[in-house]
């Protein structure tokens, strides 16, 4: 069963630090990129982060450029996202993906990506 399984979410205060993991199952997915969305509640999904097949390069939204580092070992199937210096509107429910086709560069909207995970919350008080 080819699945994604994030962990690491949780609650913070603001100003704190989470690593969130996403382990996929299933088959190899070193040839294609990833990527972090998340949801907060009452908006639609958004773009995080995304990160080439290689992890030698990466994109991120502007909320988070600064604050969120996305990395990925492929030897171990593996992608993160460290999550620094979070804020109040960074409460969400994240999820990762893996994008439809190895030849999407650095993809940033949902639809180039073909299978998720079933999300992690992560919760950040004032």
């Known amino acids: 069963q080819v699945q994604l399984v994030e962990s690491g979410g949780g609650l913070v205060q603001a100003g704190g630090s989470l690593k969130l993991s996403c382990a996929a199952s299933?088959?190899?997915?070193?040839?294609?990129?990833m990527g972090w969305f998340r949801q907060a509640p009452g908006k639609e999904r958004e773009f995080v982060a995304t990160?080439?097949?290689?992890?030698?390069?990466?994109y991120y939204t502007e909320a988070v450029k600064g604050r969120f580092t996305i990395s990925r070992d492929n030897a171990k199937n593996t992608v993160y996202l460290q999550m620094n210096s979070l804020k109040p509107e960074d409460t969400a429910v994240y999820y990762c993906?893996?994008?439809?086709?190895?030849?999407?560069?650095?993809?940033?909207?949902?639809?180039?990506?073909?299978?998720w995970g079933q999300g992690t919350q992560v919760t950040v008080s004032s």
């Open positions: 990160i080439t097949s290689s992890g030698r390069n990466t």
């Open positions: 993906a893996v994008a439809g086709s190895s030849q999407s560069y650095l993809p940033r909207t949902n639809d180039l990506y073909d299978l």
């Open positions: 299933g088959r190899t997915f070193s040839r294609y990129a």
